[in-house]
């Protein structure tokens, strides 16, 4: 049996695609926006390549699809929606539009009686973007409220997301955080996982959790000292090392994952 569509704001329906995994939790939300009663839709992140899931999306019309990034369960079903709704796709990497111009920066959107503006926040990846929608509201608010942010893979409902290194960099993932913060309590609407209030809170504690990663990691090259020699502090070998002590029980699914983020956490600090 298929997922519904819920409502998780005053202008956002999720529709959780099902892909579940230890990558992408529960499976990808893919959201459809727009304003209440309205007919059309804008959706964001199609996710994987999924008849009944696309057809889901595609049930009433769709003006624009936005993808926040270019990872497979959240675009891999963005040329067949294309292809039911006739709706361009625009994200920020050209390569993942289909009939539509790259997104900007700093861009003002609007469609489906919603205004959206586009915020790069690269760090998970290099083409990540957050959509802010700074008239929504929890649901049950008024009808203005402290708006909300659709975050991808840059927040995420609930654990940590990767840095993808080298496609982006921790430096880069600090200071998109510090720009999401500056939104205040705007609602967190995330690529996986529930929905979060408070975008200031949670970009805090994601800040205090790298920080206290980065910590470990200093504490693990300063055991590993003496392994460094004439080695490139990056290379493979020495990476497995620093991630077998940072993580000590990760999961084998996810150990690629932990290895690309100590990767970035070593450039971080070793560069």
Do not use: K
């Amino acid at each position: 049996m298929s997922a519904a569509i819920e409502p998780t704001s005053r202008l956002s329906r999720r529709l959780l695609a099902p892909n579940p995994g230890p990558m992408t939790l529960d499976g990808t939300n893919s959201y459809l926006l727009g304003t209440p009663g309205s007919a059309a839709s804008v959706v964001v992140d199609p996710g994987p390549l999924d008849e009944a899931h696309l057809h889901a999306l595609a049930a009433a019309p769709v003006e624009l699809i936005l993808v926040t990034h270019h990872h497979s369960d959240h675009t891999a079903g963005s040329a067949r929606l294309a292809a039911l709704t006739g709706a361009p796709v625009r994200a920020l990497d050209p390569a993942h539009c289909i009939g539509g111009e790259p997104l900007r920066d700093g861009e003002q959107l609007a469609a489906a009686g919603v205004d959206i503006r586009v915020v790069a926040t690269p760090g998970h990846t290099a083409d990540s973007v957050c959509f802010l929608l700074p008239d929504d509201a929890a649901m049950g608010a008024a009808a203005a409220g402290v708006g909300s942010v659709l975050t991808g893979d840059t927040i995420l409902g609930r654990g940590s997301t990767v840095i993808a290194h080298p496609d982006s960099t921790l430096a880069d993932y600090l200071a998109s955080l510090d720009s999401l913060a500056a939104f205040g309590p705007a609602l967190v609407l995330p690529g996986h996982g529930p929905v979060l209030p408070s975008l200031s809170d949670i970009c805090a504690r994601y800040r205090a959790h790298r920080m206290q990663r980065l910590d470990e990691v200093r504490a693990a090259l300063a055991v590993l000292e003496g392994e460094l020699g004439g080695a490139p502090a990056l290379h493979e070998p020495f990476v497995a090392r620093v991630t077998a002590i940072v993580y000590p029980d990760v999961d084998p699914h996810i150990l690629p994952a932990a290895e690309a983020s100590v990767r970035a956490q070593l450039v971080y600090l070793l560069d």
